[in-house]
C-alpha cells in the first residue's frame, strides 16, 4: 500500500515529487523510489523531521515501533499524522504518540490499491483533529480518488468494502472472463470484454444516479436471455455469496 500511495502522489498534481520523502529499510525499494524522483532514506525521522504530513504505512504488528521511533522527532504544534494500517486502534495510537501530555494531529485512513491510478476508494477517521485539519488531508486524498470521512468503528466495514473489495471486483473480472473463452473469445479478448463492460456499468450508474436496480430493468427485457442469466446467478447464489464475504471479511 505504501508504493501504491507514492505512485499516487507522483502522478497527480497536490505535491511536487521533490517535496515527497519516503523511508524503508530496504535499498532495492529505495532505489525505485529514487527512480521515481521522490527522496528515498533508511531513516524513519529523518522522512518525518519537517514533512508537513507524515503518513505511516507499515503492517499492523509495525506500527507500534515505527510511531515510538519517530515521536521524538515530531513537532506536535505543525505536523500531522496519518496512518495506514487496519485493525490498528485509536486508542493504541494515542498511547503510542503522547508526548508530554499533548497529542499530534492524527488520522487513521484505509484507501485501496487503485490508490496508484489515482481511483482509490479512501475512508478517513479522524483521531485528533480540527476542522481545517481534517479539510487538509481529504484534500490530498481526494487528488487520488474518492474520499468519505468516516468514524473508527466504520473503518472495518470500510477496508472490507473497499480494500477488500477490489480484489472481489477483480475475481468477479476473472470469472467472467474464463466464461467468455468458454463462449469463445481468446482470453484476452473476453478479458478486456469484461473490464469495458464493468467500466461501462459504473459510469452509466455515475451519470444517471440511478440505483443498479433499476439500471438492470433496462436490459432485461421480459423472457430474454439477461434475466435468465441472472436469475440462474440468483438460484446459485449471487448476491448471498458477495454479502457473506463481505461479513466474512469484516470479522
Known amino acids: 500500500?505504501?508504493?501504491?500511495?507514492?505512485?499516487?502522489?507522483?502522478?497527480?498534481?497536490?505535491?511536487?515529487?521533490?517535496?515527497?520523502?519516503?523511508?524503508?529499510?530496504s535499498r532495492p525499494m529505495r532505489d525505485k523510489f529514487a527512480d521515481m524522483g521522490v527522496t528515498a532514506?533508511?531513516?524513519?525521522?529523518?522522512?518525518?523531521?519537517?514533512?508537513?504530513?507524515v503518513c505511516v504505512v507499515v503492517k499492523p504488528w509495525l506500527v507500534e515501533?515505527?510511531?515510538?521511533?519517530?515521536?521524538?522527532?515530531?513537532?506536535?504544534d505543525q505536523q500531522?499524522?496519518?496512518?495506514?494500517?487496519?485493525?490498528?486502534?485509536?486508542e493504541s495510537i494515542v498511547e503510542w504518540m503522547?508526548?508530554?501530555?499533548?497529542?499530534?494531529?492524527?488520522?487513521l485512513v484505509i484507501p485501496n490499491i487503485a490508490i496508484a491510478q489515482l481511483e482509490s476508494m479512501t475512508f478517513i477517521a479522524p483521531v485528533v483533529a480540527d476542522a481545517q485539519q481534517i479539510a487538509k488531508v481529504k484534500e490530498l486524498f481526494d487528488t487520488m480518488g474518492h474520499t468519505i470521512i468516516t468514524d473508527e468503528q466504520h473503518l472495518g466495514a470500510g477496508t472490507?468494502?473497499?480494500s477488500c473489495g477490489i480484489a472481489y471486483a477483480m475475481r468477479y473480472i476473472r470469472a467472467a472472463s474464463e466464461g467468455g473463452v468458454e463462449l469463445g473469445f481468446k482470453a484476452d479478448d473476453a478479458k478486456q470484454i469484461v473490464m469495458q463492460t464493468m467500466k461501462g456499468a459504473v459510469t452509466l450508474l455515475e451519470?444517471?444516479?440511478?440505483?443498479p436496480e433499476a439500471a438492470i430493468d433496462l436490459v432485461t427485457t421480459p423472457g430474454g436471455v439477461t434475466i435468465k442469466g441472472l436469475n440462474e446467478m440468483e438460484h446459485n447464489g449471487f448476491t448471498s455469496s458477495v454479502i457473506k464475504g463481505l461479513k466474512a471479511g469484516a470479522k
Open 80 to 90: 500531522t499524522l496519518v496512518v495506514v494500517a487496519a485493525g490498528v486502534k485509536s
Open 160 to 162: 472490507t468494502l473497499a
Open 41 to 53: 532514506t533508511p531513516s524513519n525521522q529523518l522522512a518525518a523531521q519537517g514533512a508537513d504530513i
Open 65 to 76: 515501533q515505527v510511531l515510538t521511533g519517530i515521536r521524538d522527532v515530531m513537532d506536535y
Open 207 to 211: 451519470a444517471t444516479g440511478l440505483h
Open 1 to 25: 500500500m505504501g508504493g501504491a500511495m507514492v505512485e499516487g502522489l507522483i502522478k497527480g498534481d497536490y505535491i511536487q515529487n521533490e517535496d515527497i520523502c519516503v523511508a524503508d529499510p
Open 98 to 107: 503522547t508526548k508530554e501530555g499533548k497529542m499530534i494531529s492524527t488520522f
